[in-house]
């Protein structure tokens, strides 16, 4: 398996504008979970959903962030509008429920707000 | 909710050195992990423990899982420089349940 996939790496954008980020999680994997990590606060659970459907999105920080999962070999994540404050790393994780050994990172994408 | 406390938040260590680091709570939880993280890259786990006193090793990386179930501890033997990045520990309480992490420990090792 290719792991978890996200895209794109690296994303640069002006305050103001929308902002999508991508996961493909691992095939099979029921649980994807969407993290955001930063110097000061470290790693931050956003939401997470459980066979497609969200579970827990009590770490989103407003209302500008949203995540769907139309599918599950797909996943989103949209900041919109972006604020420089929301310059961090985005992980995206998957799981399968009751084998907590698998649960698998992605590379993350690198976002930075202008 | 429940938190992790990791120590230390970093450290800087000679090549050949041994490195302890622990994580703790208040709360138990069933199931501890370590993970490493280099730069640019996610997390990658090292070791699992599902077992009260479970000790485990891969490699030179020893985990072993607190008998009162709110601890763990990770000791890295005979370092060399590959071992630099963060490491984390993950906490979860029942299965099926989010992980909750620590906030890393920073480990540069010096040739």
Redesign the interface.
């Known amino acids: 398996d290719a792991g ?1 996939i996200q895209s794109p790496r690296h994303e640069v954008t002006e305050m103001g504008q929308e902002v999508t980020l991508r996961c493909k999680p691992i095939s099979g994997h029921d ?1 994807l ?1 969407w993290y955001r990590q930063t110097m000061m606060r ?2 931050e ?1 956003l939401i ?1 959903f459980n066979n497609n459907v969200p579970i ?1 999105d009590s770490g989103m920080p407003e209302d500008r962030f949203s995540a769907k999962m139309p599918n599950a070999s797909f996943s989103t994540l949209k900041i919109q509008p972006s604020e420089p404050r929301d310059s961090a790393v985005y ?1 995206c ?1 998957s799981s399968l ?2 084998a ?2 698998s ?6 994408t690198r976002l930075t707000v202008v | 909710g429940q938190q992790l406390n990791q120590s230390p938040q970093s450290m800087f260590i000679q090549e050949g050195e041994d490195v302890s680091m622990n994580c703790t709570s208040s709360s138990i939880f069933n ?1 501890w ?1 370590w ?1 490493k993280q280099e730069p ?6 090292l070791i ?1 423990l599902y077992k009260a006193g479970e000790l485990t090793s891969n490699g030179r990386l020893t985990a072993q899982f607190g008998i009162t179930r709110k601890d763990s501890f990770l000791n890295i033997s005979a370092s060399i420089p590959s071992d630099v990045g963060i490491y ?1 520990c ?1 906490g ?1 309480q029942t ?2 349940s ?2 909750t ?1 620590g ?2 420990t920073q480990l540069t090792v010096n040739p």
């Open positions: 978890v649980y979970f470290g790693l659970l997470y827990d992980f994780a429920a009751l907590v050994g649960y698998t990172f992605g590379s993350g | 199931t992990l993970y640019g890259e996610g997390p990658v786990l699992a984390f993950a979860q299965s099926g989010r992980l992490f906030e890393g």
